[in-house]
């Protein structure tokens, strides 16, 4: 059985990084194998939901830039309620140039179906919270918008997550002010 930071980089490797047919061939992540590739990736493996938010915070706490990913396969944490306390953080952590974004396996039922390109399967059951630059993710959007990038994902999926994202601007301008 493979580990959690096997499957998190099985995940990028045979899901995020391959050409999808509904995204015009495009990967679901365009950069990630390149991110992969460099080792620009820590990955953080937790087994506690009494622990995990904590964890969560004391790796946004020290983020270099570096694309921090901390996964937890107690379940005890609802999608919800993982996804209100990102929600928070992101209120300390944007203003600082550092976004979270909240994967739980509540929410991939429906929500990336549009995307199954693949037969990609998880061995764990597992949440996971990515910690990323957001000027730096921002800038890296607006270039996959501009060559048609986000034209046949599905709304809900664009909602959940680029928007969601760009709802967080008005922090990082503030800021910069």
């Given at each position: ?30 950069y990630a194998k ?54 928070a953080l992101n ?47 921002e800038e890296a ?37």
């Amino acid at each position: 059985m493979r580990s959690i930071r096997e499957d998190i980089i099985s995940w990028s490797k045979d899901f995020l990084e391959i050409p999808n047919k509904h995204l015009n061939n495009f990967p679901v992540c365009p950069y990630a194998k390149k991110t992969r590739l460099d080792n620009h990736i820590n990955i953080i493996e937790h087994h506690d939901s009494n622990t995990y938010l904590e964890a969560i915070t004391k790796e946004a706490n020290k983020f270099t830039g570096k694309i921090s990913i901390v996964a937890c396969s107690d379940l005890s944490i609802t999608a919800d309620e993982l996804a209100d306390y990102i929600h928070a953080l992101n209120y300390v952590y944007v203003p600082k140039d550092v976004y979270l974004m909240a994967s739980h396996p509540e929410d991939f039922d429906e929500e990336i179906d549009f995307l199954q390109d693949t037969t990609w399967e998880s061995h764990n059951d597992f949440m996971m919270v990515l910690i990323q630059p957001f000027d730096e993710l921002e800038e890296a959007s607006k270039s996959l918008k501009k060559i048609g990038y986000y034209n046949n994902w599905d709304d809900d999926y664009f909602n959940g997550t680029v928007k969601q994202r760009q709802y967080y601007k008005h922090l990082r301008k503030h800021e910069d002010s």
